[in-house]
DNA sequence: GATGCCAGTTACCTAAAGGATACCAAAATG
DNA sequence: CATTTTGGTATCCTTTAGGTAACTGGCATC
């Protein structure tokens, strides 16, 4: 197949609906949290420094809207919930790799511009 | 060398780093704009759909800050100005190229699942 | 029976982002 | 000479994101 060439409105709209979904302080950090083993409501806390109860239960029902993440409640005594990221969160991988090389680099560069 | 492993606490952290930049609806979009050779500040308010004037001198001014954008004043006569986009801007392209794949796919996965 | 953990909810508030509208001077165009 | 284009500013306003703090009910622990 003939590699597809976006046009600039069509790579512009395409960003924007990324945007969308993912902008904001928390939501990627809370994903990559939760993919990293942190499933319970107050691991996921933890994990994710600074973030507040009242943000992190917002953002949780938001991916969970746009199924990024699922809810599920264990019938143990006392009841626990667990997070999972779904595959389709899986997909966000290179795109989050892509971001934590940048956001690497880009500290790096600050240091050797502004040092001391 | 190894590849290093970062820690969940490094990722979020250069995660976060990296959205304080380029967060925002607009700062993408213009990049994209500028770096499809839209030079002038008209050429890229009329390349990125429903952007203001107001905002887009706003963006365009914390993308000079951040060394992404840069203000050329031609004294020309009339006297025209023009924006461009920095090497180190260009090094944002792997990750806007995924975002822009992720947003293609996910709106094509809208459309699945919610159809007509 | 007081304290603490879990998984949140509720109400309130502030700061920032973004939008609407009008306006400006200088030059070009009709 | 009226209009349009360029590269923006200036005001004002609304919306949203995010933060602070208090509180809940159920269970477990000391």
Redesign the pocket.
Known sequence: MAKKELSIEQKIKYVQDTLFVIS???KLPIMIAINNGNN????IQRAVP??????L?KELKDLEENRLVV?TVYDS??V??SYTVTPYCKSLKPMVDEMIKWGENHRAMLKKIKPA
């Open positions: 904001g302080k928390w319970r409501f107050r691991d600074n973030i507040t109860t009242r943000v239960s809810r005594l006392p626990t919930v």
